[in-house]
Nanobody, 132 residues
Framework: QVQLVESGGGSVQAGGSLRITCSAS????????MAWFRQTPGKEREGVAS????????RYVDSVAGRFTISQDNSKNTVYLEMNNLKPEDSGTYYC?????????????????????????WGQGTQVTVSS
């Protein structure tokens, strides 16, 4: 089973940037499609970005498209989320998640990437706080 550990969260002013990292062990991220979810108090956890390798297809929730970039480095067994032009509403706990590619085609991933049940493994989360 793959273990996921997030890092890189912190506090930043609106308009700033952060890069958060998901480090995997016990398995290879190349065997999974990967995603970042976030949760804000009082709200349901939502999918923010996802990547499907091979091919490198990516998906984003509309509220972050054009500002966030998800990437994956198989040689480092790591997934990143580069966040630019951050807004206070981006604040929350960010979770890394992995779903097995062997069980999900690219077509299904494209439609269902935001469904939590599609992900078998989760990290503990890293906090991002954006102040106005």
């Amino acid at each position: 089973q793959v273990q996921l550990v997030e890092s890189g969260g912190g506090s930043v002013q609106a308009g700033g940037s952060l890069r958060i990292t998901c480090s995997a062990s016990g398995g290879s991220v190349s065997d999974y499609y990967m995603a970042w979810f976030r949760q804000t108090p009082g709200k349901e956890r939502e999918g923010v970005a996802s990547i499907y390798i091979p091919g490198g297809s990516t998906r984003y929730v509309d509220s972050v498209a054009g500002r966030f970039t998800i990437s994956q480095d198989n040689s480092k067994n790591t997934v990143y989320l580069e966040m630019n032009n951050l807004k206070p509403e981006d604040s929350g706990t960010y979770y890394c998640a992995a779903g097995p590619r062997s069980h999900t085609s690219g077509g299904i991933w494209y439609k269902a990437w935001q469904h939590e049940v599609r992900y078998n493994f989760w990290g503990q989360g890293t906090q991002v706080t954006v102040s106005s």
